[in-house]
């Protein structure tokens, strides 16, 4: 076409047109075409045609961001969640309207990983000691599963899984009953298994505390031997004198062992001892066991006191003569028997047998010639009245030290320097009225009190001028004066206590200001004996046994806490044995009745076995000042503060508490000069440095 001279060539586009509709997209393959669970995150080459710009690859039907590279070929990128779970999977192409629309579709498998063989590389601890509680314990390696589980020797255990290389157990006691070598494995839950690590169990050397018999009920003259302490196994073997018994495991701290009859014919001393096997195992320390020839005998009780309506107790019972085949009666009729020694019996008494009030009567019977049957001591069963204070008296006396004397009916008081009236001397209280009957003149400042068993002495010590008196009663006559040597300046007398059957001697716990204790020392009417204990052998508490044969000591100033066992000869004190462990309290002070000692933490002590035999409880502990045991009545007293609490001395159990009226002064632990004193048939009196107090109580009534 011509316009003003010009030619223009006509135009031949659609001006104004629509876009052309995208194709529907092909693929043909893809590459890869599959890998395995857990791959990491990866690139899929999609190959085909009619691929647009804005082609999208879809993985099981779901957008993936997706590269255009051109018309036949695009990348897309999986990430490594699609890849976690084995199977076939979907991939299409789809492209955008107008037009368009998905492609066919290409399979990507996902194949199941194969099963990784685990290894075991160390576990900790390594090793262990047969008999002992169990522990946790660390399995290390790799490729464990989710689910694998520990073997030990074989045995499947509950499994904590950690991580893919650490794993969790927890071996109990039975796990360790015997030593030996266990395999150690771990297991997947695809069931392969890793190598074999080896766990060693030791053998413990075992530790004896003590042995008792009973007859093993089948008339063969045969015993069975308790033996207990700990580190036992199942394959310990009891010996008498290094020579292997029948022996049954019971528990870690029990073994039972089967004794002929020739075991007991001889008199005599024989050693008991356990032994483990190897490795390295070992024979225990030996415990004695005692063959006696000497004659029948029932000589004493702990307790000749029970509580009606009380709860079941064991019996202890001490003679002379008892072999495992003695037998405890009570009221004529056996009770099981357990054989302590040829001095000590056993028996559980039970609640029925205390149901009522009344008096019981207790022998002990033996089979065979020599044998018979003990003369009875009794036991009074009693009922204890609703607690009650019924008269109280408060004397505004300071008194260092307080005793009583139940043949002149007279307390004793020792009084300091400070005192307002009779300083420095010992005064007699009348308990009935409180009013003083008598007093003498000593110095130093008479502080604690020595009290013969008969009632014919006092000793006292003089703290300032490290002396003690003889004062004998009810007269109040002063005689011997005894100088406290000492290797420190400042010695006193800590704790004093006469002889039975012997008023003028006694036995002296010395104590320097400038350090712990410095001995304890006997003097014979005023003459030191020769022998003491090694020195620095604490008594800060003692007592007598009954014949005075012994003395019973226990060390609380330092972390010793040894309970003491010493011999009385005519030449002084041997120390024959120490025993830690039983009573582990500083400050705590001891009272001895009837073979027992009774200590003020509630702990209390087979004296001649050197046992703990139990403990009562102690509800004011903290602030405990004072004990008394009282074998007649069958009775323990405790005094806290302003409380008085009672416990029944066979069962330990809590009777019941009284509170004074009034805030008691306390004194330190330390000073250990605040006694329980007993007095009259349901008295109690102590003093606190600033008054005394005499009491009555239903607590302390028969």
Not at 293 to 315: D, I, K, N, Q, R
Not at 405 to 426: E, G, H, K, L, V
Request: glycine share 10%; with cysteine; aromatic share 8%.
């Amino acid at each position: 076409m011509a316009i003003g001279g010009a030619t223009v060539l006509a135009c031949t586009a659609d001006i104004g047109a629509p876009p052309r509709d995208a194709p529907i997209p092909d693929i043909s393959s893809i590459s890869p075409t599959g890998t395995v669970e857990g791959w990491p995150a990866m690139t899929i080459t999609v190959i085909g045609g009619d691929f647009v710009a804005h082609s999208v690859v879809r993985w099981n039907e779901s957008d993936r961001p997706t590269r255009y590279i051109d018309a036949g070929h695009l990348e897309v990128s999986i990430p490594a969640t699609d890849l976690s779970t084995p199977g076939m999977n979907s991939i299409t192409v789809f492209n955008p309207a107008p037009g368009g629309g998905p492609s066919g579709s290409a399979d990507f498998l996902v194949s199941q990983k194969p099963p990784e063989t685990p290894t075991l590389t160390s576990v900790v601890p390594v090793g262990g000691t047969a008999g002992t509680p169990g522990f946790l314990m660390q399995v290390f390696g790799t490729k464990f599963d989710g689910i694998a589980s520990v073997k030990f020797g074989g045995q499947a255990k509950s499994t904590n899984f950690v991580s893919s290389t650490e794993l969790r157990i927890t071996l109990d006691q039975g796990d360790l009953v015997a030593p030996g070598i266990k395999d150690i494995q771990v297991v997947n839950g695809s069931g392969l298994a890793t190598n074999i690590v080896h766990f060693g169990i030791e053998s413990p050397v075992p530790v004896l505390t003590s042995v008792a018999s009973t007859l093993n009920g089948t008339g063969s003259q045969e015993a069975i031997l308790r033996v207990f302490g700990s580190h036992f196994l199942v394959s310990s073997v009891v010996q008498f004198n290094g020579a292997a018994r029948p022996t049954q495991f019971v528990s870690w701290g029990e073994l039972q062992a089967t004794l002929p009859a020739s075991d007991l014919t001889t008199p005599g001393i024989n050693q008991i001892t356990v032994k483990n096997p190897p490795s390295p195992g070992g024979t225990s320390n030996p415990v004695p066991f005692e063959v006696v020839s000497e004659a029948l005998s029932l000589t004493g009780l702990p307790s000749y006191g029970a509580t009606a309506g009380g709860a079941a107790f064991v019996l202890t019972v001490y003679g002379t003569g008892f072999t495992p085949f003695s037998v405890i009666r009570w009221n004529g009729s056996d009770r099981p028997t357990t054989y302590l020694s040829g001095h000590r019996l056993s028996a559980n008494i039970s609640a029925s047998d205390i149901a009522n009030p009344g008096t019981a009567s207790v022998t002990v019977f033996a089979p065979g010639a020599s044998g018979g049957t003990t003369a009875a001591k009794a036991i009074v069963i009693r009922t204890v009245g609703a607690p009650a204070i019924t008269s109280l008296q408060m004397l505004d006396i300071p008194a260092n030290f307080l005793v009583y004397d139940q043949f002149s009916d007279r307390f004793y008081a020792s009084m300091p320097p400070t005192a307002t009236a009779n300083a420095n001397s010992i005064i007699a209280i009348d308990p009935a009225t409180g009013g003083l009957t008598g007093s003498v003149a000593l110095a130093g400042n008479p502080a604690v009190i020595g009290l013969s068993p008969e009632g014919q002495t006092l000793w006292v010590g003089l703290d300032d001028i490290a002396q003690v008196r003889r004062v004998d009663i009810p007269a109040l006559t002063v005689s011997t004066t005894i100088a406290i040597n000492s290797i420190n300046s400042g010695a006193r007398a800590e704790e004093i206590r006469v002889q039975p059957g012997h008023p003028g001697t006694i036995a002296v716990q010395k104590k320097a200001l400038s350090s712990y204790g410095t001995g304890t020392v006997m003097f014979v009417n005023g003459n030191q004996l020769p022998v003491e204990p090694p020195p620095y052998t604490e008594n800060n508490s003692f007592a007598f046994n009954e014949a005075g044969t012994f003395i019973y000591g226990y060390n609380n100033e330092n972390t010793e806490f040894g309970f003491h066992t010493m011999s009385v000869g005519s030449d002084g004190l041997t120390l024959l044995s120490t025993t830690t462990g039983m009573v582990n309290q500083g400050y705590a002070r001891m009272e001895y009745a009837s073979g027992r000692a009774y200590f003020t933490n509630g702990v209390v002590v087979d004296a001649e076995q050197r046992l703990k035999v139990g403990a009562f409880i102690t509800p004011n502990f903290g602030s405990v000042s004072a004990v008394y045991a009282d074998a007649v009545l069958g009775r323990i007293f405790l005094l806290a503060d302003n409380t008085l609490d009672a416990y029944d001395m066979n069962s330990f159990a809590f009777l019941g508490s009284v509170t004074l009226p009034t805030t008691v002064n306390m004194e330190h632990q330390a000073v250990g000069l605040i006694r329980l004193v007993r007095w009259g048939t349901d008295g109690l009196a102590f003093r606190d440095g600033q008054r005394i107090y005499i009491l009555r109580t239903t607590l302390a009534a028969p």
